[in-house]
């Protein structure tokens, strides 16, 4: 087991909390203390006897702090090397004693980054010392013992009460690699800060993530894929990562993604009335606003009633007990939500299997960031798909939209963002009438959501599909008349596009001759 004693340890967090009891089981075991500045007091304030940093290296501690514990003494107390003749010379020559056991926590660079603090308060966060320190007792984890989190302390107290005041060669094995891993973020948080926020650097050099783990997940998108979810170190955006689970069975790969996918639509109304978001393998298929909540989740039911089974709903408003009772009529995996009443919360209760995720603010559409995909041999990393189109709409056909209309263009567009490429959506009355989604050729994608239009009026009992008389979006530019010519057969009456292809005359043409509304936006949403 390579059980090491330890006989001095040298202490300095920043994060204080634990440290007197961490302190008072060292001087039980007869562990000498050294420690610097605010932990040095404390430990005292405890009790404890300290020996100050400064005593031991014979140096006091200068420059604001900034030069405490870059000192041979100290580091030559760390990285000696116990059985090493030479090692033992020199630590004996020069009157090094070792350093058995460090316990550091670093400045709290990212907390002042997340508080707004300025750029003098935030170099002055950047701790130089503490990494040094760390990377040392890591490295000579044969003899070293290195804690850098305060979740460990009980874990090495009750290791040294079993081996009489010592460590095993396992357990600084693993606080080595937790350290390391600590530096690492460390220096990633500092780094990003560096080339997003202070040079304003999109695509540095090198780029500099972090990640912690926060789920084992019971397995990927197929049982034989292991998987886990990991939390960006530091300030981030909140999203379906960081929701709250209330209840029901642990969340999966799958379920990640597909609620991901609807809490990113559903949050592009945030702003705007009560709306519902359906998804199914991360395409929506079924999506409405109304005055209510109830009734935009019976609108985005009516849309494709088959495909929500077994999907995830996405609301912009807290939940009412009414909704939730509509919701688990229909077997439901995930619910996301700003927040739930009592009453929504009891009545999900029952449906022990359904999570019910609380998300809180809805994320902002608009916000910036990166997102990154995996590729094999590298990364594939753009800007986030934040664009709105606001005003910048273009009439391109003799016929001008009706408000209706363009509501209803408006609407589709924004649900077409978020529809795998070739992507086709109708919406009609603040609701999708039918969504094409996926599919290699976009008259197919088209056709496909008129025939799920037709579909759901047959299942409603509706006279005729939601598609007459309504608004078409498509992702990016038709590039022949044949798609918006299915379109027309759908029966919608106004369209909105990209434009920008080399036949837009022809496809204006189409649109004039068949009576149509057209507006170009400017701007494509591939979503692959």
């Not at 030479?86 to 508080?115: C, R, S, W």
């Not at 700003?338 to 609380?358: C, T």
């Not at 088209?446 to 579909?455: E, L, Q």
């Amino acid at each position: 087991m390579q059980i090491h004693p330890i006989r001095r340890a040298l202490l300095s967090v920043s994060d204080k909390s634990g440290i007197t009891q961490l302190g008072e089981a060292l001087a039980r075991h007869g562990v000498e203390l050294v420690s610097t500045g605010g932990t040095a007091r404390t430990l005292r304030e405890a009790g404890l006897e300290v020996r100050d940093i400064s005593d031991l290296t014979g140096f006091p501690e200068m420059m604001d702090g900034r030069v405490k514990t870059l000192h041979p003494v100290v580091h030559g107390g760390l990285l000696g090397v116990r059985d090493n003749p030479e090692h033992v010379a020199a630590m004996e020559t020069h009157d090094i004693g070792a350093i058995d056991l460090v316990v550091v926590n670093l400045y709290p660079f990212a907390q002042t980054v997340a508080k707004g603090a300025d750029r003098d308060e935030i170099i002055e966060n950047i701790d130089i010392g503490g990494p040094s320190m760390v990377r040392s007792a890591a490295k000579n984890h044969a003899a070293v013992a290195i804690v850098t989190d305060p979740a460990d302390y009980d874990a090495l107290i009750a290791e040294m009460d079993d081996n009489q005041g010592g460590t095993t060669l396992d357990t600084r094995r693993k606080l080595a690699a937790k350290a390391y891993a600590a530096t690492a973020a460390y220096d990633s948080a500092i780094a990003q800060w560096f080339a997003f926020a202070d040079q304003g650097e999109p695509f540095p050099q090198t780029l500099p993530l972090a990640f912690t783990l926060g789920d084992r997940l019971r397995y990927g998108e197929n049982p034989h894929q292991s998987a886990a979810l990991y939390l960006p170190n530091g300030p981030s955006a909140r999203g379906i990562a960081q929701a709250e689970q209330v209840q029901g069975k642990a969340l999966s790969y799958n379920n990640y993604n597909d609620a991901d996918a609807a809490l990113e639509l559903v949050s592009e109304f945030r702003d705007g009335p009560p709306t519902v978001v359906i998804v199914k393998h991360a395409n929506p298929c079924g999506v409405a606003s109304a005055d209510t909540l109830i009734e935009a989740y019976r609108a985005a039911l009516a849309c494709d009633s088959v495909s929500a089974f077994g999907g995830i709903v996405a609301v912009n408003r807290p939940l009412d007990a009414e909704t939730a009772r509509a919701i688990t009529a229909v077997f439901t995996e995930v619910v996301a939500a700003p927040a739930a009443s009592d009453e929504a919360r009891a009545v999900f209760a029952a449906k022990k299997n359904l999570r019910l995720l609380v998300t809180g603010d809805l994320p902002d559409p608009a916000r910036p960031g990166l997102t990154i995909k995996s590729i094999a041999g590298g990364l594939l990393v753009q800007g986030r798909d934040d664009a709105l189109i606001e005003d910048a709409l273009k009439v391109v056909t003799k016929r001008t939209p009706s408000e209706q209309e363009m509501a209803d263009c408006r609407f589709a567009w924004t649900v077409a963002k978020h529809v795998k490429s070739n992507a086709i959506v109708y919406a009609k009355g603040g609701s999708t009438a039918g969504i094409g989604a996926g599919q290699m050729s976009r008259v197919e994608s088209a056709r496909i959501a008129a025939w799920k239009a037709k579909d759901a009026a047959e299942k409603a009992g509706w006279a005729e599909s939601r598609t007459i008389g309504s608004a078409v979006a498509s992702d990016a530019f038709f590039p022949f008349a044949d798609g918006l010519m299915a379109a027309v057969e759908a029966g919608a009456t106004a369209v909105i596009q990209p434009g920008g292809s080399i036949r837009d005359d022809e496809v204006i043409a189409a649109a004039d001759e068949a009576g149509l509304a057209m507006v170009f936006t400017g701007m494509r949403h591939f979503r692959h």
